[in-house]
């Protein structure tokens, strides 16, 4: 899996409103594929839908430190680099890995991982785009 990095300002617009999570199904779903694209071979997913909670569990690749402090920002990503991928059919299941910067827009998220061959986990947890922890576990 690639790192994690802010895109250029060039990839803002054209990327700018391209995805909406708008119901659960479809968290549920783009959760999954960044599951998927982390190398997981299994994933697990606990849904509270009178809660509104969402958990999914995977044994994907994990996210390096510098990677998390960077997680769920705005145009930060592992999917995407330049423009020109976009076009270029990355391999990549998920939606060019703005699912968790929109779902920090409207939920408290919080993401706990641990980077394959990495002695330490760690733990981040984001509300309305403001990272309110983001530390080991």
Request: aromatic share 6%; hydrophobic share 40%; charged share 25%.
């Amino acid at each position: 899996m690639r790192s994690i990095k802010h895109l250029p300002r060039a990839v803002h617009s054209s990327l700018r409103s391209c995805i909406f999570l708008f119901d659960l199904t479809r968290v549920v779903e783009e959760l999954v594929f960044n599951s998927v694209d982390a190398g997981a071979s299994k994933v697990h997913v606990s849904v509270g839908v009178g809660a509104c909670y969402v958990k999914v569990e995977d044994d994907g690749c994990g996210v390096s430190r510098d990677g998390l402090v960077l997680l769920g920002e705005k145009y930060a990503t592992s999917k995407l680099h330049c423009l020109s991928e976009m076009d270029a059919g990355i391999e990549s299941v998920g939606f060019r890995g703005e699912a968790l910067g929109s779902l920090s827009d409207v939920s408290l998220l919080e993401v706990v991982t641990k980077a394959r061959e990495r002695p330490n986990g760690y733990r981040k947890v984001i509300k309305a785009c403001t990272c309110c922890l983001c530390g080991s576990i």
